[in-house]
């Protein structure tokens, strides 16, 4: 069968289709677009939400019709159409939920209302459907969500816990504004601690030099007893920095080195525990946070050392920041469970809960 995916949330406009052979659970993306807003956005260092709705209404059907020609498909081949109906921004949403509620009347189509954070976590699907092994931890990790997931069977899902205040993104971006830096702020922080990183193991007669640029700041809740998340302490832990160091210019890297880590800490350790807790056969990562090449590192290495037979999953990097193919790949599972809406009864919703 054929899924078409759409995806408009916050500042992405993107469409996917998927092929689905539903026998031996594989999956095939044939066409992933995306158009970005990221470069318009940067400009004001953050979403303006007035500004993303006009480009999703400009790029919805561009991406759309572009995704069934790389796909080379027609509309009357699709089997389903897909579009998220929240959590995001609602002017956003809207342009998706009303294209698809469209197109769902006009070409005869069943239709599936994707929550966008199971979008995240079915990204991994996409590759491994048939490795994930259950009970799973799902850690979803974006600019919007910080979410720790038991995944007791492909349908079933449990929060364990979520950030009390800024999201893991959130927290990169908040940081990176702080530190003068551009939007979005995760690569950006990523980029200068790899630089960091790479310093720090070059000039190893040197070493002094950095380690007395080195900055520690605080992890919050790392020790608590729940599986709640909060980074805005963190947040403040740097500003207060900032601002009592006279040179931080000079030491941006090292600034963002530490500002990284522990995020990474916290998530590493919080994640690791839940799978301890909950007997885990399988660990998962998603959400933009986990194009993070050091978390991704440094989880899977935690969890390769913390556990003998526990496997580990990322989605590829393009699955990772919003994309439509993680939405046609949740609608599968809808699909598979007869979950599906009509398009008279279609709504976005801003604060759709899990
Ligand atoms: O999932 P996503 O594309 O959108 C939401 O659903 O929010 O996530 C975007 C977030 C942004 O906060 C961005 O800074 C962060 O993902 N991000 C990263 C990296 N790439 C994107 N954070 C850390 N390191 C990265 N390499
Ligand atoms: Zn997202």
Known sequence: MYILGIESSCDESAAAIIKVNAKNNDFQVLSNIIASQIDIHKKYGGVIPEIAAREHVLNILPVINESL???QIEAKDLDLLAVTQGPGLITSLITGV???RSLAYAWHKPLAAINHIKGHIYANFIDSATKIRFPAIVLTVSGGHTILILMEKDNKLKILGKTRDDAAGEAFDKGAKMLGLSYPGGPIIARYAQEYQNQLKKQKINNKKYKAGKITLPRPMIHSKNYDFSFSGLKTALLYQLQKDKNWKDKIPAYCFEYQQAIIDILVNKTIRA???YSAKSVMLSGGVSANDELRYQLEQAVKTKFNSV??????KEYTTDNAAMI??????????NNLTNYQELKAEASLQL
Do not use: C, G, L, N
């Open 328 to 337: 046609a790949m949740a609608a599968f599972y809808k699909y598979k469970d």
């Open 311 to 316: 496997s580990f999953f990322i989605p590829r």
């Open 275 to 277: 799978a301890k807790k």
């Open 98 to 100: 009303e294209t698809v």
């Open 69 to 71: 020609v790389k796909a």
